[in-house]
């Protein structure tokens, strides 16, 4: 099965990304042999600075290839109907996202967050599973790994359950398996009063708009009962003052 890998960076974690292991970790954890691997690469200051160092990552099998979404962004938006004022403060969080959606040729797209990676203890069949129970139940869009190892979160917010997944509503843009088809159409315009709980600060963000449409239509997510993502936050501080201690390290948090 055809699945695309693809991640983002911006201007304060692209180091993190393209000087340590992360991002090959991540990719290895996924025991997958992807069609592509894609980096998005999006505000930044110095853009021959991150292309250079994403490059040596395409040399070394890392990646496949880069978009840089702001030569792209206008065309993504009119394609989807959406423009940055619709999005507010969400297009900032949200733009890569939406043009990872609009150029990704395969029938699956798996999305990780610069900050999200894999628990090392996740089964290796993970992706396998979750591309299976994608092929098999149309009114699930969303498979994602259980957040935090916290799983009696996600059996909590869950409708039902089978041996492998917990089902229910909700959407994280930390990480995300879909089927490409599914949201490569015009379905950010709607609106689900329980989708507000999203943060403030995002404004209307890619993972609040999906949110209200997976909602209004009955749509359900499956997480995994048996492997776990883990995602922090990478703070200011940590970066300015601690990032040449990361470099070339496996295991940095």
């Known amino acids: 099965m055809s699945v695309t890998f693809e991640t983002k960076v911006w201007e304060k974690d692209w180091k993190l990304l393209l000087k340590t292991s992360r991002l090959e970790e991540t990719i290895n954890l996924c025991n997958f042999n992807f069609y592509t691997k894609c980096l998005y690469i999006n505000n930044v200051k110095n853009l021959s600075l991150v292309e250079k160092a994403a490059n040596i990552m395409i040399e070394n099998n ?73 092929e098999n139940n149309h009114n699930v869009k969303v498979f994602n790994l259980t957040w935090n190892n916290d799983y009696s979160a996600a059996k909590k917010e869950s409708e039902y359950e089978d041996t492998e997944c917990y089902y229910g509503y909700g959407f994280s843009d930390q990480m995300y398996l879909i089927r490409t088809a599914d949201f490569r159409q015009p379905i950010y315009n709607y609106y689900h009063k329980a989708s507000d709980r999203y943060p403030n600060h995002g404004g209307e963000s890619f993972e609040k708009k999906v949110d209200s449409w997976m909602r209004k239509n009955s749509f359900f997510r499956a997480t995994y009962k048996h492997g776990s993502y883990s995602h922090k936050n990478f703070s200011k501080n940590k970066f300015l003052i601690n990032i040449s201690s990361y470099l070339n390290k496996p295991n940095f948090f």
């Open 62 to 134: 890392i990646i496949d290839k880069t978009i840089i979404v702001d030569d792209v962004s206008k065309n993504v938006l009119d394609f989807f109907n959406l423009s940055k004022k619709s999005l507010g403060k969400g297009y900032y969080y949200s733009i890569a996202e939406l043009v990872s959606i609009y150029f990704t040729e395969t029938k699956y797209l798996l999305h990780f967050s610069s900050d999200t990676t894999i628990t090392a203890d996740v089964p290796k069949n993970w992706l396998t599973t979750g591309i299976n129970v994608l």
